[in-house]
């Protein structure tokens, strides 16, 4: 619900029994819309979890690009969100791959990226026990996530500062090039005016032209 439909199309569903919304991404139409407060008011009154799926709302059409996503949005909003795989076949995705890709693509920090690995544990369908005992493992490796952040942001700095210098290294090349293609009819023309009178003959265009006026 809330996917590919509208908004209200969540409450919806959960007025029939449901608790974890598939999607729900739409609800971000309504954040600071006129009279939708009240239609998230209800989505967390009712402590429904959305179990948002970045990239694959992407090939949907969901939403149009991963920068874009509103799961940092919603999560700000005070809803109950998690990032999910949606289809690992036809997306080509994994739960690693799109933990990467959130914090590459959206920024999330680590606070941010447990809390919603919380929010997943919690409203999941597992017995008491196991949600507890899931809850507590997050909470363990926080700081492996923490780390694993701060790796992934060293690691797109030093990409970038690659790439900027692989386009710093480019203009160059263009700027260089452009001189030599302005020296080169300059130098043309000096063969030339060489040739015409008397010099010798050090281009082809010289040897031609005395050719066709029978002195070659």
């Known amino acids: 619900a809330g996917g590919a439909d509208a908004a209200p199309r969540v409450l919806d569903a959960a007025r029939l029994g ?3 919304i598939g999607h729900g991404v739409r609800l971000a139409d309504v954040l ?4 939708g407060e009240r239609l ?3 989505v967390r009154a009712r402590g429904l979890h959305l179990e948002l799926c970045p990239t694959s709302n992407v090939h949907t059409g969901a939403v149009a690009s991963l920068a874009s996503h509103p799961i940092g949005a919603l999560q700000r909003a005070g809803l109950s969100v998690s990032f999910n795989t949606d289809n690992r076949l036809m997306s080509g995705v994994t739960m690693s791959g799109e933990f990467e890709t959130v914090q590459r693509e959206l920024g999330l920090d680590a606070a941010t990226l447990v809390a919603l690995n919380r ?3 919690s ?3 597992l017995p008491l026990a196991q949600r507890e005992a899931a809850l507590a ?3 363990a490796a926080a700081h492996v996530l923490h780390d694993a952040v701060h790796l992934l942001r ?3 700095h030093a990409d970038r500062e690659h790439e900027e210098g692989h386009e710093d290294r480019v203009r160059v090349e263009r700027v260089a090039q452009r001189g030599q293609q302005a020296e080169l009819p300059h130098h043309g023309h000096q063969r030339r005016h060489h040739h015409q009178h008397g010099g010798p003959h050090t281009a082809g265009v010289g040897i031609d032209h005395h050719r066709r006026d029978g002195h070659g």
Do not use: M, Q
Not at 32 to 35: D, N
């Open 40 to 42: 998230l008011d209800e």
């Open 32 to 35: 600071g819309a006129p009279g």
């Open 123 to 125: 409203a999941s369908f």
């Open 18 to 20: 449901a608790v974890r």
């Open 119 to 121: 929010a997943a544990a």
């Open 137 to 139: 493992a997050i909470n």
């Open 154 to 156: 060293a690691v797109a």
